[in-house]
């Protein structure tokens, strides 16, 4: 009976699948040759599988064809681009912030940034007159303050000392604006010998015009530097052995130009130290310190700071000459503080 239904099996397999004895030769093929082996080792029978009928190859082809073709379900499309923007967003959401870029600097940081000397920097010095040790002086940065509306630095120049026929008591402090160098206010009390006599300026730059002691405005010049801002105003320009500068600075118009002349270059030993020197002659065509009748003669760093270390100057009466003894240095200026500063 087994067999019957083998038989008939195998029958029904030929009908569905006719081929011709090439194509049953090619399509089904037993490896009845087995290989060589040692004694005591199986040999195994490999078997090929017989290829799908071209029918079926064919339509299966046609209907991953189709499958790839067909147009999708609208909503499940929605459903998709929905789930990949959210993904999207919550990958955004985690990463970090960017942070914003620094703000640029203002024409004020950068003037300050610019500036030879700190706030804060002390300079003090041994005062003599001839040999003698009479007194001392100050060359001092007061800070950052604000004059109608400016951002101005506070610097002050004070000489004391003398013998008893001549004595010096110099008070200068001026007010400036440090993106332009130029003075907005500056108050003198000067006692030299029998001269005395205190000033108080306000100057109007953008006008060219200044108020001495409350009184009507007088003109100027533009960009005026007094006798204390002119010293800090050295310590920032240029210095180059041999040349002359000549500026119409001088707040006083009919005593400019003001000349500077760059004479040699010295290694000095005073008692903060020994150092390498630039030395400049100004001369001003005023009496007094830089006078035109006398002769001053200025030792400033060879250097970034351009610190005043040594000044020579002739008077009547004898020579006035101060030694640096002490140098407290300054700390950063705060761009801050000067946006707030009273005026005064």
Same mark, same amino acid.
């Given at each position: 009976?087994? #067999?019957?239904?083998?038989?008939?099996?195998? =029958?029904?397999?030929?009908?569905?699948? $006719?081929?011709? +004895?090439?194509?049953?030769?090619?399509? =089904?093929?037993?490896?009845?040759?087995?290989?060589?082996?040692? $004694?005591?080792?199986? =040999?195994?029978?490999?078997?090929? &599988? /017989?290829? $799908? $009928?071209?029918?079926?190859?064919?339509?299966?082809?046609?209907?991953?064809?189709?499958?790839?073709?067909? /147009?999708?379900?609208?909503?499940?499309?929605?459903?998709?681009?929905?789930?990949?923007a959210a993904s999207t967003a919550a990958t955004v959401a985690k990463a970090p912030a960017m942070p914003p870029p620094p703000p640029e600097p203002s024409a004020l940081a950068i003037a300050l940034a610019h500036l030879p000397f700190a706030n804060g920097e002390r300079l003090e010095y041994q005062v003599k007159y001839g040999f003698l040790g009479v007194g001392n002086a100050t060359l001092e940065v007061l800070g950052l303050d604000g004059i109608r509306g400016a951002p101005a630095v506070h610097v002050s120049f004070v000489v004391k000392g003398g013998i008893r026929i001549y004595r010096v008591n110099d008070s200068y402090e001026s007010w400036f604006d440090p993106r332009s160098f130029s003075t907005l206010r500056a108050v003198q009390n000067i006692d030299e010998g029998k001269y005395d006599r205190q000033r108080d300026f306000e100057f109007f730059p953008n006008r060219t015009m200044l108020s001495e002691n409350g009184k009507p405005e007088t003109p100027t010049v533009a960009d005026p530097l007094d006798e204390a801002s002119f010293?800090?105003?050295?310590? %920032?320009?240029?210095?180059?052995?041999?040349?002359?500068?000549? #500026?119409?600075?001088?707040?006083?118009?009919?005593? +400019?130009?003001?000349?500077?002349?760059?004479?040699? &270059?010295?290694?000095? &030993?005073?008692?903060?130290?020994?150092? +390498?020197?630039?030395?400049?002659?100004?001369?001003?065509?005023? %009496?007094?310190?830089?006078?035109?009748?006398?002769?001053?003669?200025?030792?400033?760093?060879?250097?970034?700071?351009?610190?005043?270390?040594?000044? &020579?100057? =002739?008077?009547? #009466?004898?020579?006035?000459?101060?030694?640096?003894? +002490?140098r407290r240095a300054g700390t950063p200026w705060d761009t801050a503080a000067a946006s707030v500063a009273p005026a005064r």
């Amino acid at each position: 009976m087994l #067999f019957l239904v083998a038989i008939a099996t195998a =029958s029904c397999r030929n009908r569905a699948q $006719p081929q011709s +004895n090439k194509e049953m030769s090619a399509g =089904s093929t037993t490896a009845a040759v087995s290989p060589r082996t040692s $004694p005591g080792v199986s =040999s195994a029978t490999t078997t090929t &599988k /017989p290829a $799908p $009928p071209r029918g079926i190859i064919a339509r299966s082809s046609s209907t991953a064809k189709a499958a790839a073709t067909a /147009p999708r379900d609208s909503a499940v499309v929605k459903r998709e681009s929905s789930t990949v923007a959210a993904s999207t967003a919550a990958t955004v959401a985690k990463a970090p912030a960017m942070p914003p870029p620094p703000p640029e600097p203002s024409a004020l940081a950068i003037a300050l940034a610019h500036l030879p000397f700190a706030n804060g920097e002390r300079l003090e010095y041994q005062v003599k007159y001839g040999f003698l040790g009479v007194g001392n002086a100050t060359l001092e940065v007061l800070g950052l303050d604000g004059i109608r509306g400016a951002p101005a630095v506070h610097v002050s120049f004070v000489v004391k000392g003398g013998i008893r026929i001549y004595r010096v008591n110099d008070s200068y402090e001026s007010w400036f604006d440090p993106r332009s160098f130029s003075t907005l206010r500056a108050v003198q009390n000067i006692d030299e010998g029998k001269y005395d006599r205190q000033r108080d300026f306000e100057f109007f730059p953008n006008r060219t015009m200044l108020s001495e002691n409350g009184k009507p405005e007088t003109p100027t010049v533009a960009d005026p530097l007094d006798e204390a801002s002119f010293l800090f105003f050295l310590r %920032s320009i240029p210095l180059e052995v041999g040349k002359t500068y000549e #500026f119409a600075r001088y707040f006083r118009p009919e005593k +400019n130009p003001v000349r500077v002349i760059v004479e040699r &270059k010295d290694t000095i &030993k005073v008692p903060a130290g020994k150092f +390498n020197t630039i030395v400049v002659r100004p001369v001003i065509k005023t %009496s007094g310190i830089f006078g035109e009748g006398g002769h001053a003669e200025i030792w400033f760093t060879d250097d970034s700071t351009r610190t005043l270390v040594q000044l &020579k100057s =002739s008077l009547k #009466f004898g020579s006035l000459n101060l030694y640096l003894r +002490n140098r407290r240095a300054g700390t950063p200026w705060d761009t801050a503080a000067a946006s707030v500063a009273p005026a005064r």
